[in-house]
Structure formats: C-alpha cells, structure tokens
C-alpha cells in the first residue's frame, strides 16, 4: 500500500479554541489541526484577531507581515500576527487563567485546560495566524454586541477572508488545500475559483466548506454585494443571491469543491424542508459532494480519568465510586441537598428555544413539584428561560440549582456528578455534551436529531439485549415525549441497576475521539484533490 505524503492545509475560521469561543465552531477549528498535526499533516489556522485575544496577557504574538486588502472601492491596511508560545508554560493552558466565560459567551478568549498543541513530540505543530485590523477587530464582540450584530459585518469579513489569501501568498507557504468553515469564511471558495485560479500558490488549490450551523447564514442587503469585490454578475440565485440578499453561507455552500457538515444524519436533514433553512434546494443540488463527519472530543482534556476539576478521578472499570464521589462532590458545590440516591439530572449550554427548553420547562415546572429528582442547569440565555430558571430555583433550593453563566470547570462537575445528562433540542447540528456525558458516564437522554441520533442509541429491549444502547431517545419535539423518555431514565436509574450499570459503562466504552473525525476528514480532503481538475458542478 502506498503511504500519501502529508499535506499543507490551511484552515479558516472565525473562532477557535483558546483564542475564541461562541459556540462548537471554536472547539472543532482549535481541535482538528491537532489532531492532523499528530497525523503528521501541517496545519496552519488563521483567526480574526479580537480584542480580547490581544488583551489577553497569557498569548504572545510576533508581527510576520504588512497586508494592504481591497474592500469595495478602499484599500484597508492590517498585520498578519504569529502566536509564539509563552517561555515556561509548554504546550498547555497558561498558569492562573481564568476558566470562567463572560455571561454573554462572546468575548472571553480561553476555556481551561485547551491545547495549542499536541502534547507528546509526535507528528507536527499546528502554526496560529491571526489577521489584525483593529478597526474590524478592535471591538469587545466577535459578532456584535448586546444582542445585536455589527452592520458592517459582511465588510469585515469580507475582509478576512481576502486577507487570509493574501497572507499565505505573503509569507509563501505551500497549501495542498483550503478548509473554510461557516458563513465567515464562506467568500474565500469564491475568491480561489474566480480569482485566484492563475496566482501561485492557488493554482491547484481546492477548497473544502464545512457547515456548522446552516441556520447562521451571513445574510446581508444586497448593497453589501459591493464590499465583497467580487463582479455583480455572481449576484444571482444560482450563486450568491438569498431571497434578495447576498449570503456568504450559499456563496461558500456553491464554490466549495467538497461540502461537510459536523454530522451524518445533519447532512440529511439540511437537505430537507423541515430543516434546510430555504439552502435545501442548493445543497440537494450539491449533494454529491456533501458530507457529514461527526465532531470527535479532545480525551485528553475531556477524561475522567485524569481530569484536575473532578472530585474523584475515575475510570470504566471503578467508575460507581468515582461518580458517587462526584455527584456529593457537585450537590454541595451548587447548594443542593447532598443525597447520593436521589438522581441527578444535568444540563449544560445555552437557554434558547433551538436547545429544548420550550418543551422541557413545562416537564421541569410540573417534575420539581412531584418527582424526588434533583436538577443542576449551567448556562445563559433568552430571558424568559433565565427568569422561569430563578423563579424555580427560589421555590425549590434543594431540587434545583442554576447557575446563570459559563464556568468551564462546573461543567465537567456536572457531567461527572450527574446520572442523566439531559439535550431534547429541536435541531442539534452535531451536539458535544452528549458525547462528553459517555466519556463521563453521566447516561444522556436526547431528542433524535443531528448529531444526537447519530451518537445516542435508545435503550429498548433489543439495543439493551445486544448490549448497543447507552442512552434513551424520543422522536417528536412534545413535551409528554420528553417526560416518557425522562421516566425511562428515572425508573432505570432507580429500579433496574444492572441495566444502568451496563448503559454507562457501554458509553464509557465508546471511542469519540478526534482521531476518528480526523481520518474522515483527510479522506474528503485527498478526495477534492483528486477531483479538483473535473469538479464544476456549480456555474462560474
């Protein structure tokens, strides 16, 4: 079998852990070049440079080169900036950061224990590019602010995006392939296929353009086609029009050479009505080069094992002391009545209606009455959902416990004290907290979307029998489906312990690592290489 040489692949992203996190986009873009780099591939990963990254005193970065970028009828001046890792700290987190995350989730730069690079002396380093502009950049959001998104973001990143193209050409690094990911970098498909298509590096450079929620589509007044640079004859609705508008998501969904998504059953669903967000009609167009990967987990970070923020460390094999260590542990952190027969049900994310919580309040309000079950939520969100959250917690202290905020280490408290880890969402691109809960043994109980019913196999009687289920499921997005699936969980738990005991230990078992996601990921990409000279599916 002939061994395929490494390649040079660049990157792109808005966000990346540590640098910046709103959401999974950062954890795949931070994670995936290291877990290429330990496949011996070269990644270089280029990142807007926010404020906060700048400010922050734990990252150090060398100036590398001056960019002078069109944008629309200007020429705007901007730094390409090298991360140089902090003498002392090594590879890990730097000593004393703070682990927890604004209230917004916008603007804090790092969440514990991430790396920048891989831990052991195999396979190669990932280098960090970040494109300052202070004028774009210089500003506490990525995105916006209180609520509401920067007008100008189609010029910042429009921005960007040329910037990144042009940094490569500056500093002269070889690139075998471009992976952009979201509506942010969805201009530099585009740009490589009309523009870029004779200058070197480019010349043979495909592009992948992975999807990580369709639903954000950087979807802006037509006039804004004007800061792109691009010629007005790609506003049309085969290419680069939305219902009147321009968006960067179709621009990088029709350019692209291959499509992925962050899971299989997501792929399919983008493809519908239900769920296609009015892109179903492109990307059923574009099908053949559309797929999904299932996001893997960082298990170095993510291990119960060895994980500082736990209580009790614990694996498979000695997990019902570790866990019980745990979940006493986590009711007297979060002021709960220390009980370790009562289950535990944790949640951990964002309060918003695409999360479940317009079906799941009704149970919890109608649940911390009657049912002797305890509930620990972390995270932020609408308002109405944060208020309804109070409001219970005041009434029912030893049953419930918010905690209205991100904190990195009380989220792998939760998923290591809890029993049932809980995500009825209405749409889950790929989802991670239910695979952190598999790792952790805490047994998730999950709507069947996206990546959740990729991940999650309920616990009927034949999947119980043949040893495959680690969780339980429903299927419509309804209240009474929820509370059904939420019972199962509680009369298991509770009256059938050898048939829990196998539950928690079969998704302990299970192997969702990046490495997996990484293999799936480097087959797209030599399959785009390979198809690169025949593939134009899309009108240029």
């Not at 494109?131 to 990143?157: K, T």
Request: net charge negative; glycine share 8%; with cysteine.
């Amino acid at each position: 079998m002939t061994k395929t040489p490494p390649l040079n692949i660049a990157i792109v992203s808005s966000e990346a852990i540590p640098f910046a996190k709103t959401g999974g986009l950062a954890d795949v873009s931070g994670t995936l070049p290291l877990e290429l780099g330990k496949l011996n591939h070269h990644c270089h990963l280029f990142l807007p440079a926010y404020q906060s990254v700048l400010q922050h005193p734990d990252f150090n970065f060398e100036v590398v080169g001056a960019l002078r970028i069109p944008v629309g009828q200007k020429i705007v001046s901007g730094t390409v900036l090298k991360y140089q890792p902090v003498k002392g700290h090594g590879s890990n987190q730097p000593e004393g950061m703070n682990t927890d995350v604004s209230s917004k989730g916008l603007i804090s730069p790092v969440t514990s224990g991430l790396r920048l690079h891989n831990d052991t002396a195999v396979g190669e380093p990932v280098a960090h590019y970040l494109i300052r502009q202070d004028e774009y950049f210089g500003r506490p959001g990525l995105y916006g602010e209180q609520g509401r998104d920067y007008s100008d973001n189609c010029e910042r990143f429009s921005f960007f995006c040329r910037a990144v193209l042009e940094a490569i050409r500056l500093l002269d690094l070889p690139i075998d392939i471009v992976h952009a990911n979201d509506w942010q970098t969805g201009l530099i498909p585009a740009l490589l296929k009309l523009e870029y298509t004779s200058i070197p590096p480019f010349e043979h450079v495909p592009t992948i353009f992975t999807i990580h929620n369709l639903a954000y589509q950087g979807r802006f007044w037509h006039w804004d086609m004007a800061v792109t640079g691009l010629d007005w004859k790609y506003f049309n609705w085969r290419q680069m029009e939305f219902f009147g508008d321009l968006s960067l998501l179709k621009t990088g969904i029709v350019f692209a050479d291959q499509i992925t998504t962050v899971s299989p059953r997501y792929a399919r669903e983008i493809q519908s009505s239900e769920l296609g967000c009015g892109m179903e009609g492109v990307l059923q167009e574009r099908a053949t080069v559309l797929k999904g990967i299932m996001n893997g987990i960082d298990t170095e970070v993510w291990n119960p094992q060895s994980d500082p923020f736990l209580a009790s460390n614990y694996t498979v094999d000695n997990w019902p002391n570790g866990k019980r260590d745990c979940k006493l542990d986590l009711q007297e952190k979060v002021g709960l009545e220390v009980n370790a027969k009562v289950p535990l049900l944790g949640l951990v994310g964002r309060l918003a209606s695409q999360k479940g919580w317009s079906i799941l309040l009704p149970v919890l309000e109608q649940w911390i009455q009657s049912i002797d079950v305890q509930w620990v939520i972390l995270g932020t969100g609408e308002v109405q959902f944060e208020n309804a959250l109070k409001r219970l917690a005041t009434q029912y202290p030893k049953r419930l416990s918010v905690i209205l905020k991100f904190s990195d280490p009380l989220a792998h408290q939760i998923e290591a004290g809890s029993d049932i880890f809980v995500m009825p969402s209405q749409y889950e691109p790929c989802g991670l907290n239910q695979l952190y809960s598999l790792r952790y043994g805490a047994v998730p109980v999950v709507r069947q979307t996206g990546g959740l019913a990729d991940s999650i196999v309920d616990a009927t009687d034949a999947n119980l029998a043949n040893k495959s289920a680690n969780g339980f499921t429903f299927s419509s997005f309804k209240s009474t489906d929820l509370e059904t699936a939420l019972a199962r969980a509680v009369v298991c738990y509770l009256e059938h312990s050898e048939l829990w005991n196998q539950l928690v230990e079969t998704g302990m078992k299970q192997d969702w690592s990046w490495r997996k996601s990484a293999m799936q990921y480097l087959d797209v990409y030599h399959q785009a290489i390979a198809n690169f000279q025949t593939t134009s599916s899309h009108p240029n």
